[in-house]
């Protein structure tokens, strides 16, 4: 049977049951951001591609594979990140749903899983559910180089997919890892989020980032302006589809460009940076800020840092870019388990004094 289309990405999303109550009101809906950066790479690699919100679209399992069933692709690509992207594993039980749906209805589809956790436990994933295939690493190649293959089946042809976990006579194999694209790279591999392919009438801050305008939680957009992290906090795993801590930068020039698309196509002003790390690097994080203020762009941002990487200097220009809040990832009040997470070397005093300088500066934290 020919395939209709080359791909179809779905971002599986459990939110009535990871928030429960708090989904209906409170919390966000929060565009997939490695589902859109993947999505748009396949399109502009010429594949046929659909993309799949299931939060935000409100679909059932069997709903979406029944839109799998028509659209008939060559592949199913699910990206597992939760709306942290190191938070994915509440996300693994609707994607293990999925991958068991198109399993027992249609085993002719091949399904790759793709995230966060399926890169920090790839054998484990490929042995407990019933994806075809796992990839351990960011994705990119993985992905074009099974759309490359004529024939999902051949494991000959699979041993050679880079960061590609699949069953090899019935045991997993790997071919090992796949580069993760270089920083120069990223603005023309990785060149954006397929915007246009995703509900965006649909997504909607959480109701603190907009205490200020309630009922303006809608239009709401996430958005990458860097990759990863340098530091290594015992408990994180943040850099398990990199391989190692590091962190590389879209540079502002490019990614203005698609906070001008926010801004006056969708008339997006709340967005959540997404980067796990964004107040680090003085030169990205300031270059960002001038060019939005030169802009003029009323958002309302919020965005991670640490007690120890925010400096006094940046915070008149954060704030009048729109930086309204702050996430220091404190972790904890207590000494005891801040020392338990071994996360950076600060005092109790240090972190009340960062705290209090933000607030001064007009920037809540979170
Ligand atoms: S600073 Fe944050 S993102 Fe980086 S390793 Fe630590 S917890 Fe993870």
Redesign the pocket.
């Known amino acids: 049977v020919a395939k209709a289309i080359d791909l179809v990405i779905i971002s599986p999303g459990n939110n009535k049951i990871i928030y429960q109550d708090l989904a209906k009101e409170y919390s966000a809906i929060e565009p997939p951001v490695w589902a859109g950066l993947l999505a748009k790479f396949s399109r502009n690699q010429g594949y046929d591609t659909f993309l799949i919100d299931q939060e935000a679209q409100g679909l059932s399992s069997d709903q979406i594979l029944q839109q799998g069933l028509d659209l008939n692709p060559k592949l199913i690509a699910i990206i597992v990140y939760g709306q942290q992207p190191?938070a994915s594993t509440q996300n693994m039980t609707m994607a293990e749903e999925i991958c068991s749906k198109f399993k027992s209805q249609a085993s002719n589809m091949k399904t790759l899983m793709i995230g966060g956790h399926v890169s920090a436990l790839p054998q484990k994933t490929l042995e407990e559910s019933d994806t075809d295939f796992v990839c351990q690493g960011e994705g990119v190649h993985t992905l074009q180089a099974l759309l490359k293959m004529d024939d999902l089946e051949s494991s000959s042809q699979l041993d050679n997919v880079p960061g590609l976990w699949h069953r090899k006579d019935g045991l997993p194999f790997f071919n090992g890892p796949a580069p993760v694209i270089p920083e120069k790279e990223l603005a023309v591999t990785l060149n954006g989020i397929a915007w246009d392919m995703l509900p965006m009438g649909n997504y909607r801050a959480h109701n603190w980032h907009c205490f200020d305008h309630i009922n303006d939680r809608t239009p709401y957009a996430t958005l990458y302006t860097s990759l990863g992290?340098p530091?290594?906090?015992s408990?994180?795993c943040?850099?398990a589809p990199f391989g190692k801590?590091s962190i590389r930068c879209w540079d502002p020039d490019f990614i203005i460009t698609e906070l001008d698309i926010l801004a006056n196509k969708y008339g997006v002003k709340n967005i959540k940076i997404a980067d796990?790390?964004f107040v680090l690097q003085e030169d990205h994080v300031m270059r960002l800020c001038d060019l939005i203020i030169e802009r003029g762009y009323d958002f309302n941002f919020w965005a991670?840092a640490?007690v120890d990487t925010v400096k006094d200097r940046y915070l008149e220009k954060l704030k009048k870019a729109g930086f309204n809040w702050l996430c220091l990832?404190i972790e904890s009040k207590s000494k005891h388990v801040r020392d338990g997470a071994q996360?950076g070397h600060y005092s109790e005093q240090d972190i009340i004094d960062v705290v209090r300088k933000i607030q001064d500066a007009g920037i809540y934290i979170i």
């Open positions: 190191s992290c530091f290594k906090c408990f994180c943040i850099n801590p796990e790390m991670y640490r990832g996360k």
